[in-house]
């Protein structure tokens, strides 16, 4: 059972949706173990379970044509009624404009599984800032987060700082943070909460570094706000470059484990896996942690990053670095230890894989991916124990 002063994360037993970057309460990743809350049961590994195609699909595009999807987050239980948006929807942020152009998307749309995925997709928000990136989470106080990485023409010699931007549950612009040294392209971000306070785990894609924000969410008059309470740089050294097919190759998917404090890097440019220890409250840079996984074999600049509920981790492909036609845009299951697990194509063409999240109960995981290539938002479904 987990402790009562651990984040609020989706338990074993809860079959509700999973914060952005939260696991639930993790297994030890050795598939096949047994299952502690389920005598004679065993964990069984995600992605060897997974079918070929998705079971759901849906368009990711909105009316005003914006393109390539890159974060997707569900929406937690326990965030507040009345909004555009409920427990269980998905949202997902768009990084380029109908024109194809990256870093000038503006729009998150919203998915409800279940309804119909004819027509454009529903928009939740419309930023007046451009670059809408795989930073995106979901508080369950009521808040939205969003980063972004804007350029003016679409290529890296224009890329910005950008920001990152706290939304309310109709999608209004509450408040904006940014700051050029500390968070300096927010590619990718993981999210952990206690109660009100909230800690932010983002990946700066220009810089090359890991930003931990803590802050507070406030009520003053019946008005809920943010406030920023700190904000440390710790982890750098990740490698930034120039890309033609991918704008830039960083640091970008990150996965934070509360319960060894343990925050997780997926760095493309690298092409591995790295973990930053007691990223949670060091007050220093830690550098670009340890190498956790790092298989040629395997990896072919990883990018999206999450936790699964199994313990394992689960990192997408985006295929610009140590690229294979015969292996494109793959989903790879591995352990903390960095023994792989399993991979899965989720398209037959490269560079279509970025960002996911994952949902699920003691005994299914529902996999919810992005797919660049076609704009679609799509879900798989897995068994866990058997």
Do not use: C
């Not at 974060?71 to 109908?98: M, R």
């Not at 802050?215 to 490698?239: E, P, R």
Request: aromatic share 6%; proline share 9%.
């Amino acid at each position: 059972m987990l402790n009562a002063a651990l984040p609020d994360i989706m338990q074993l037993g809860d079959h509700r949706p999973v914060e952005m970057g939260h696991p639930g309460h993790p297994h030890p990743g050795h598939p096949g173990h047994p299952h502690p809350g389920h005598p004679g049961h065993v964990v069984l590994p995600i992605v060897p379970n997974l079918p070929a195609a998705p079971t759901l699909s849906y368009t990711t595009i909105p009316s005003n044509g914006d393109l390539n999807p890159y974060g997707v987050a569900v929406v937690p239980y326990g965030f507040p009624k009345g909004g555009l948006i409920q427990a269980g929807d998905i949202l997902v942020s768009n990084y380029n404009s109908s024109g194809n152009l990256q870093g000038t998307g503006t729009t998150i749309v919203k998915i409800t599984p279940g309804q119909s995925n004819l027509g454009p997709a529903t928009v939740f928000s419309t930023s007046s800032s451009t670059g809408m990136s795989m930073a995106l989470g979901v508080l369950r106080n009521g808040f939205v987060i969003v980063g972004n990485v804007p350029t003016t023409n679409g290529t890296f010699g224009t890329i910005g700082s950008g920001s990152l931007q706290f939304l309310d549950k109709n999608g209004n612009l509450v408040q904006t943070i940014s700051d050029p040294a500390l968070l300096d392209g927010p590619w990718g971000m993981s999210v952990s909460t206690r109660g009100v306070n909230v800690q932010l785990f983002v990946a700066n894609v220009v810089s090359g570094t890991v930003t931990r924000i803590n802050l507070k969410v406030t009520h003053h008059h019946g008005q809920a706000g943010i406030d920023v309470k700190s904000m440390t740089q710790i982890g750098s050294g990740y490698t930034v470059a120039p890309n033609a097919a991918a704008l830039v190759l960083g640091p970008g998917g990150v996965a934070y484990n509360p319960h060894n404090d343990v925050l997780y890097v997926a760095s493309s440019s690298n092409n591995a896996i790295y973990a930053i220890a007691h990223a949670g409250r060091i007050r220093f840079d830690n550098g670009t942690g340890r190498v956790v996984y790092q298989d040629p074999a395997h990896l072919r600049g990883p990018i999206g990053l999450v936790i699964a509920p199994n313990g394992d981790l689960l990192t997408t492909n985006g295929d610009a670095v140590n690229g294979d036609p015969n292996f494109p845009s793959e989903l790879i299951e591995f352990t903390p230890r960095g023994q792989f697990v399993g991979q899965l194509s989720l398209d037959p063409a490269q560079g279509g894989a970025f960002g996911l999240t994952v949902e699920g109960n003691p005994h299914f995981v529902d996999v919810i991916t992005v797919d660049d290539n076609n704009s679609t938002l799509n879900f798989r479904m897995a068994s866990i124990t058997g």
